[in-house]
């Protein structure tokens, strides 16, 4: 769990009452966000190396295949027209997405990643997995009442994604090793803000205990 950045801090967050637990279900479902190429191999524009994230969520994967847990994999891809308009207001914010296109290498889940075809698989074009896509009905429709969040990037669409899971209803845990960012910095603010306001930020051998047994 993030430590808070200084008493002060810790204070302020106190008094306004943020931090409590969330409650867990027992039926919860694992979604993995944006573990493209384009954003665990250095070698692309959206790039940086997220070894340890990609490891961390294999474990989580394979915790979620053991206790029956739905696997769902979220991806950014954009179409020709999309990657080379001005349709898409974000394009014109972070151009370096436009690298992300239908198709291609960098929108390819990492190879590392024990991805199956029961499981499910998301194409968003926004920061949140739940913004414009199917993700909340099939969650429903899945009997899901919790949602394990991770992958990338954490200060943005692994936050969007928990902010919004929260707001349609889902308790959020958020296991720390399995988010990662391009820089320490919004890595460990998003971390903090998550588990002050929308859910917990847990460790490794917790989620993977949850997914396994599923609170029993």
Partial sequence: MPAPYDSATERVHRRAGFGAAVRRGSSPALVVVDLTRGFTEPGFPTGCDLTSTVEATAELVAAARAGGVP????????????????AVTWLA????????????????????????????????????????????PLLTGLGCDTVVVCGATTSGCVRATAVDAVQYGW????????????????????????????GDVVGQEDAVKYLTTKGV
């Fill in 71 to 86: 696997v769902l994999w979220t991806v950014i891809s954009y179409t020709p027209a999309e990657a080379g308009g001005e």
């Fill in 93 to 136: 914010k972070a151009p370096g997405l436009r690298a992300l296109r239908e198709g291609g290498e960098a929108v390819a889940l990492d190879p590392r990643l024990p991805c199956e075809e029961r499981d499910h698989l998301i194409v968003k074009k926004g920061a949140s997995a739940f913004f414009g896509s199917s993700l909340a």
């Fill in 171 to 198: 308790p959020v845990l958020v296991p720390e090793d399995a988010c990662g960012d391009r820089a320490r910095g919004p890595h460990d603010a998003a971390l903090f803000d998550i588990q002050a306001k929308y």
